[in-house]
């Protein structure tokens, strides 16, 4: 008898199913042999592979629908052959979410359909009809700025990657049979939302959130900055004099194309005499929940004590404040007295005037406090993607770095949701 389907027998499992008897597993082989302690049984040009039927039996009919059905007497065998089922399909999901959680949680915990309004208020586009294509869901291309910002991926990988991925199509909320997004769609959408003033009231509104989650800032809070990276620009000693004073360096402006690949905004700056190029990204994060409260960019060379005012965040419970010695001096003593914060920032040591053993153990205990903030840094690191970024100019690496700073967030409320759930 000829293979109905015309695949390998080899790859399918049989089921035996029997009113009286309970259900059993054969397979199918293409020559005889034994299997376990089955027997091999030929039926035409088919080895029908048994554990349990006792004596060769005569096929008496073969469906092939998909799913092959062989009649023997009145036994029923189904069997599938290289191909999977939907339960199949269903088990390798439930399998790859097992592994690696994360995302499935992030769907899961996250309220998405919250941040709607905002992101339809940036997403707004004046049509003058109704013909062409509709518009993506922002929620999608929102979920999809998330994963960026999860593995610091670009807008052309960021593309191929959900594509390829079955755990990105599941979290942005697409099937396979459904069109991806493409990287001039990802980054037109961004750049709508940092056009409206979006990201910062993203950023807000799930802070709201945590508020009303119980997760209030509190304990204090600590500021710091850490450098972000960018390409470095090859530029000449007078070309950099030119953008150091404000001014468009000559011939620039004539081609266009040169123009738009120039970073006028990014700066160098020296910490433990290594010279930095790049932005930075200042934040203040509250010690009981070690969220971020409040951020701010800045060119590289701006000194972390400007920021100072810019970040402390009023609504914390507490008045403590930590930060390391950046921010030490009487002026900025003065000033948390003023506004009616307790400075718990670390001393400084001048030339000639070094600290006292007193000073130090009081900054090693403060330390203790601070080092919490370092857990920001380091987790954007190592697992995040790291900090280095692409984007040009000052207002485009705002936007990317609140979007940076609000996917940090949450993913400290899966963490914070987890200690909780744990401790119940």
């Known amino acids: 008898m000829p293979n109905p389907s015309g695949l390998s027998l080899d790859l399918g499992r049989l089921w035996r199913q029997r009113q009286d008897r309970p259900r059993e597993e054969h397979q199918w082989s293409s020559s005889p042999q034994a299997i376990g302690r089955g027997k091999a049984y030929k039926a035409g040009m088919w080895w029908l592979a048994s554990i349990d039927l006792g004596a060769p039996r005569k096929i008496d009919k073969i469906i092939d629908c998909g799913t092959i059905s062989i009649i023997i007497g009145r036994s029923v065998f189904r069997l599938t052959v290289g191909q999977k089922g939907f339960w199949d399909e269903q088990h390798r999901v439930a399998k790859l979410q097992d592994k690696k959680p994360v995302l499935k949680r992030l769907s899961d915990s996250i309220p998405w359909e919250s941040f709607r309004p905002l992101l339809d208020q940036g997403y707004v586009l004046d049509r003058k009809n109704n013909a062409g294509r509709k518009r993506i869901d922002p929620l999608i291309l929102f979920k999809m700025l998330v994963l960026q910002q999860l593995f610091n991926l670009s807008d052309e990988e960021l593309e191929f990657q959900v594509n390829d991925r079955r755990s990105f199509e599941e979290f942005v909320g697409l099937g396979v049979m459904n069109s991806i997004p493409d990287a001039t769609t990802i980054a ?88 930095y190029y790049g932005y930075k990204n200042s934040i203040c994060v509250d010690v009981d929940h070690g969220f971020i409260r ?46 009616g914060f307790e400075s718990l920032i670390h001393e400084k040591g001048a030339r000639n005037h070094p600290l006292s053993n007193t000073a130090k153990e009081l ?62």
């Open 294 to 339: 409040r951020y701010a960019i800045t060119p590289a060379n701006v000194h972390d004590s400007q920021l100072l005012t810019r970040l402390l965040d009023p609504e914390n419970e507490h008045d403590f404040v930590w930060a390391d010695s950046a921010y030490s001096g009487e002026r900025f003593e003065d000033l948390l007295n003023l506004a």
């Open 188 to 275: 037109f959408f961004r750049e709508r939302l940092r056009k409206a003033g979006v990201i910062k009231e993203l950023f807000e509104m799930f802070e709201s959130y945590l508020r009303s989650q119980g997760l209030q800032a509190r304990g204090g809070q600590i500021i710091d900055a850490t450098l972000v990276p960018v390409p470095k620009q090859r530029n000449t000693r007078e070309e950099n004099k030119e953008i150091k004073a404000g001014r468009l360096p000559e011939g620039w402006d004539e081609n266009p194309n040169r123009l738009q690949q120039k970073d006028l905004d990014a700066r160098w700056t020296k910490k433990n005499n290594i010279n």
């Open 363 to 424: 900054n090693h205990v403060k330390s203790s406090i601070r080092a919490r903030v370092e857990h920001v840094f380091g987790f954007m690191t190592m697992s995040m993607g790291g900090k280095m970024t692409r984007k040009i100019g000052l207002e485009r690496n705002e936007a990317w770095w609140g979007l940076k700073n609000l996917t940090f967030n949450l993913l400290r409320y899966l963490q914070c949701s987890c200690c909780v759930a744990q401790a119940a």
